[in-house]
């Protein structure tokens, strides 16, 4: 479902991607610099919360700093009809981040991802197994990272960078 946005809505939305600014009262300094009350702001973030317009809102830590120091997108390859219910139990794993589906290819029949991070490459390996018994997909692969090149928070209706259109 689409949801039509103000150029006030697009400034909030703007505004609180990336980083919250170092304050005690962030979302009143955040509402400051876009010429709206704090409470507008708040209100605006709510009525998108019960929307469905904004799935989450939390922070994000460097996972290899806090212990994690491997990490895998996990490829299977899942039966169409049981795609749902083994994302289900893919995304109930506290190690997973992050999980698709995807149209499967040719060459490469995987059709369900899941990020997975954990403190050694055999840990994540052992997750991965378990899940795949659990999920009764055996046809899977695991990719590790090898090197990061980029990671940043979603920047949406940013002017400057093409225009007011979400960055793609």
Known sequence: MTMTLTAIDRK????????????????????????????????????????????????????????LGASAMVVWRVPGEK?????????????????????PRPAWPFNLYAMLHGKTRAQCKRVAGEMSRTIASEEYRLLFTVREFKKISPEYFRSGRGGDEQRR
Not at 22 to 47: Q, Y
Not at 85 to 95: E, P
């Open 83 to 103: 795609v749902k219910a083994a994302a289900r139990t893919i995304v109930s794993c506290s190690a997973v981040t992050h999980c698709y589906q995807r149209e």
């Open 12 to 67: 909030i939305i703007s505004s609180l991607c990336g980083d919250l600014p170092e304050s005690l009262v962030p979302f009143e300094e955040i509402a400051r610099r876009i010429g709206v009350s704090e409470e507008e702001l708040l209100g605006a973030v709510e009525r998108f919360r019960r929307s469905g317009l904004l799935r989450r809102f939390g922070g994000t830590v460097d996972h290899r700093r806090v212990g």
